[in-house]
């Protein structure tokens, strides 16, 4: 496109697309738009300010993370669409390479195992924010230490406050739920991870916003 080739030259020069007689280039261009001036989904959006936004992505990290097998589903905000350049694209990006870092970093830090149980089938593990994503400023949500390695039924628990923790790292248990009734076990203790400690200053915040000061 830069050197003024046809959407059929170029489609011919790219074996996967040879056949598309132009339609698939053509239909690039119609999206995004060649320049302020063309017909496209996003006008403010141009290929120009597209491979600008490329650039700044790190690919080795994105291909990382495309190619785990981790079966990791966390949270990972939705990509929306809005005309502001293409920022919700880039943005969700590069939050789940962020994500995907932290998880590698909390399997780690904690052995590849639950810290309030036994479980240590990656599947089965989340990254468990202390502070919640959507309260958390940027570096929050990348931070070690508003996070903590749990699986699925521990990371439930203390996402809804049912369960907590001391600054010591001793768990505290909601008198509102009822953990013998539904066959889940008290007598657990926390693993302190061997790098990236969770912070007081998020503990504290999780115990009150959950009545336990």
């Known amino acids: ?17 040879n056949e598309e007689d132009g339609w698939q280039a053509w239909s690039v261009i119609h999206f995004y738009g060649f320049d302020g001036s063309s017909k496209a989904k996003y006008p403010m959006l ?4 597209l491979k600008d936004s490329i650039s700044s992505v790190n690919v080795e990290e994105l291909e990382e993370l495309h190619l785990s097998d981790s079966g990791d589903n966390e949270i990972s905000p939705k990509v929306v669409f809005t005309e502001n350049d293409g920022k919700d694209i880039f943005y969700t990006i590069k939050a789940r390479q962020g994500q995907h870092k932290l998880r590698k970093v909390l399997l780690q830090n904690y052995n590849s195992t639950c810290a309030m149980c036994n479980i240590n ?3 089965l593990l989340v990254t468990s924010h202390i502070k919640p994503w959507s309260e958390s400023s940027v570096d929050e949500r990348i931070n070690p230490s508003n ?3 749990l699986c699925k039924l521990h990371d439930s628990l203390f996402e809804y406050g049912f369960i907590s923790l001391t600054d010591e790292y001793h768990i505290l248990y909601s008198p509102s739920f009822d953990f013998e009734g539904q066959g889940i076990s008290k007598n657990i203790t926390f693993k302190a991870p061997e790098k990236g400690c969770p912070s007081s200053v998020f503990l504290r915040e999780h115990r009150r916003k959950h009545g336990y000061e």
Do not use: A, N, V, Y
């Open 121 to 123: 089938t990656p599947k």
């Open 147 to 149: 996070s903590i390695l």
């Open 46 to 49: 141009t290929l120009k300010k």
């Open 1 to 17: 496109m830069k050197e003024g080739f046809s959407t059929r030259k170029i489609e011919q020069l790219i074996d996967t697309l």
